[in-house]
């Protein structure tokens, strides 16, 4: 464990340490809020891969304390979770669940008895169905009924709840789940993707307005960002594209710098962009009070024609208006096929920084999904300690180089519904087997921990 002391000694005072997990991924109990657009995608045959649906999941309602427990027992300063808005507000808008906000009280009050800021996140991409019935993201109502959410969440919390995320990767709901439909709603139509995305950003700064009215201080967002790379000088124009459909769009939004030209250029077959307005972007540019940053892996490109095999959410249908790109990631890889590459993770800091100066950054997100072997002796997974020892390193590398960074989430907690992967892809530090929901640490908590009790 000397590797985790020497991480640990680099790690500064009031550093946020954390885990992660979201909603749906855990939370199981379905029957007792409404339902979702990911209930409705997994339960269409061929969506999930292995058939899971929401249920049982981790079965996490049934098991909060012994859940939180595990958490502090990693010596964990913060825990990061999100709100299914279907548990809070069943319909999406209307009716409140008083059981439904006291499941969240259940959360954060336990966090805090074992001294856990809590990080709530709103949107985990578990939108009411009954909303999307009405037309979902692409309803040019959806940033008020994303506003009353916020606001019925923010009142309810803010005397307890300081750190509240709009949504978390906005870029996944938008390009994921209306470009190439590998994720809920299930949507193969570029122009809506970029039009989910711009109305996405627009309803994260009336979130963002909604939750300061009402007394939460620290307002923020988290995005999927990354680093580009370009294998060679021929896909440079378009590793510049893709790096602006990933990064750049949201930033430059939130920054006030409206919809890069370039990318107006490039997906000017697609769109015309008609549906944006100058109070839409004066709204996206709501000021957030910190941005959280989840990162897995670089995007390496190349102009050669090349099969990786399976890179999840790595394919040109991901990008509107972009064709003729190989996605090349280099071993080592993960089970997701997605490259590992910890300087990348710096890189990202320190574009971000640049991008939007003066925003105190997070790593809300950072881990990686092997196929762990079960011995009698334990979960040795060894590989996904050196992913973190590389890439907590790499984060504070960013630190040391300047960038106002706060703090560090790993994903996941628990091994949970890996969305269109089901339970096949693995990301937990804590494995959970779906049928006994026996969780059961990994080397990698172990390694967590010490880290995470030694910097405190
Ligand atoms: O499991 C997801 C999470 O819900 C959002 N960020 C990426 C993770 C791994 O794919």
């Given at each position: 464990?000397?590797?985790?002391?020497?991480?640990?000694?680099?790690?500064?005072?009031?550093?946020?340490?954390?885990?992660?997990?979201?909603?749906?991924?855990?939370?199981?109990?379905?029957?007792?809020?409404?339902?979702?657009?990911?209930?409705?995608?997994?339960?269409?045959?061929?969506?999930?891969?292995?058939?899971?649906?929401?249920?049982?999941?981790?079965?996490?309602?049934?098991?909060?304390?012994?859940?939180?427990?595990?958490?502090?027992?990693?010596?964990?300063?913060?825990?990061?979770?999100?709100?299914?808005w279907?548990?809070?507000?069943?319909?999406?808008?209307g009716?409140?669940?008083?059981?439904?906000?006291?499941?969240?009280?259940?959360?954060?009050?336990?966090?805090?008895?074992?001294?856990?800021?809590?990080?709530?996140?709103?949107y985990?991409?578990?939108?009411?169905?009954?909303?999307?019935?009405?037309?979902g993201?692409?309803?040019?109502?959806?940033?008020?009924?994303?506003?009353?959410?916020?606001?019925?969440?923010?009142?309810?919390?803010?005397?307890r709840?300081?750190?509240?995320?709009?949504?978390?990767?906005?870029?996944?709901?938008?390009?994921?789940?209306?470009?190439?439909?590998?994720?809920?709603?299930?949507?193969?139509?570029?122009?809506?993707?970029?039009?989910?995305?711009?109305?996405l950003?627009?309803?994260s700064?009336?979130?963002?307005?909604?939750?300061?009215?009402?007394?939460?201080?620290?307002?923020?967002?988290?995005?999927?960002?990354?680093?580009?790379?370009?294998?060679?000088?021929?896909?440079?124009?378009?590793?510049?594209?893709i790096?602006?459909?990933?990064?750049?769009?949201?930033?430059?939004?939130?920054?006030?710098?409206?919809?890069?030209?370039?990318?107006?250029?490039?997906?000017?077959?697609?769109?015309?962009?008609?549906?944006?307005?100058?109070?839409?972007?004066?709204?996206?540019?709501?000021?957030?009070?910190?941005?959280?940053?989840?990162?897995?892996?670089?995007?390496?490109?190349?102009?050669?024609?090349?099969?990786?095999?399976?890179?999840?959410?790595?394919?040109?249908?991901?990008?509107?208006?972009?064709?003729?790109?190989?996605?090349?990631?280099?071993?080592?890889?993960?089970?997701?096929?997605?490259?590992?590459?910890?300087?990348?993770?710096?890189?990202?800091?320190?574009?971000?920084?640049?991008?939007?100066?003066?925003?105190?950054?997070?790593?809300?997100?950072?881990?990686?999904a092997?196929?762990?072997?079960?011995?009698?002796?334990?979960?040795?997974?060894?590989?996904?300690?050196?992913?973190?020892?590389?890439?907590?390193?790499?984060?504070?590398?960013?630190?040391?180089?300047?960038?106002?960074?706060?703090?560090?989430?790993?994903?996941?907690?628990?091994?949970?519904?890996?969305?269109?992967?089901?339970?096949?892809?693995?990301?937990g530090?804590?494995?959970?087997?779906?049928?006994s929901?026996?969780?059961?640490?990994?080397?990698?908590?172990?390694?967590?921990?010490?880290?995470?009790?030694?910097?405190?």
């Amino acid at each position: 464990m000397k590797r985790a002391q020497e991480i640990s000694a680099r790690i500064p005072h009031n550093f946020t340490l954390g885990v992660a997990t979201s909603s749906w991924q855990i939370e199981g109990s379905s029957s007792s809020r409404g339902k979702s657009i990911w209930d409705d995608f997994a339960e269409t045959p061929g969506n999930v891969v292995d058939g899971a649906t929401a249920d049982p999941a981790c079965d996490h309602l049934n098991h909060i304390p012994e859940d939180l427990d595990l958490l502090s027992g990693l010596g964990a300063n913060a825990y990061r979770f999100s709100l299914s808005w279907p548990r809070v507000i069943p319909e999406g808008t209307g009716k409140i669940s008083r059981s439904g906000l006291g499941v969240y009280d259940r959360i954060v009050d336990g966090a805090l008895e074992r001294g856990l800021t809590p990080f709530a996140t709103l949107y985990h991409w578990d939108l009411p169905s009954a909303l999307q019935e009405k037309g979902g993201w692409l309803s040019p109502d959806s940033h008020q009924w994303f506003s009353e959410y916020a606001h019925v969440v923010g009142e309810h919390f803010a005397d307890r709840v300081e750190h509240v995320a709009t949504l978390n990767e906005p870029w996944v709901s938008a390009f994921l789940g209306y470009a190439a439909g590998i994720h809920a709603p299930g949507e193969q139509n570029p122009a809506a993707s970029l039009e989910v995305f711009y109305r996405l950003m627009v309803a994260s700064g009336h979130g963002i307005r909604a939750l300061r009215a009402a007394g939460v201080k620290n307002p923020g967002l988290v995005l999927n960002l990354t680093t580009i790379i370009a294998e060679d000088e021929d896909i440079v124009p378009t590793s510049t594209i893709i790096d602006g459909l990933q990064n750049r769009i949201f930033l430059d939004l939130l920054a006030n710098r409206g919809i890069p030209d370039d990318i107006v250029a490039a997906t000017s077959s697609i769109t015309d962009w008609s549906f944006v307005t100058s109070e839409g972007l004066a709204m996206a540019a709501e000021p957030i009070t910190w941005l959280g940053i989840n990162y897995y892996t670089p995007t390496r490109v190349a102009s050669l024609s090349k099969n990786a095999g399976k890179i999840v959410g790595q394919d040109a249908s991901v990008y509107p208006g972009v064709s003729n790109v190989s996605f090349v990631p280099r071993s080592p890889r993960t089970a997701m096929g997605w490259e590992i590459h910890a300087p990348s993770l710096t890189q990202t800091l320190l574009t971000t920084a640049s991008r939007l100066p003066g925003v105190p950054l997070y790593v809300t997100e950072n881990g990686a999904a092997f196929d762990d072997t079960v011995t009698e002796t334990g979960i040795h997974d060894e590989n996904r300690v050196d992913y973190y020892a590389s890439h907590i390193s790499a984060a504070l590398d960013a630190l040391d180089q300047g960038v106002d960074l706060r703090g560090y989430f790993a994903w996941s907690l628990f091994d949970n519904l890996e969305w269109a992967e089901g339970w096949t892809k693995r990301f937990g530090i804590i494995r959970v087997d779906a049928w006994s929901q026996i969780r059961t640490p990994k080397d990698s908590a172990l390694f967590l921990r010490e880290i995470f009790s030694t910097a405190r």
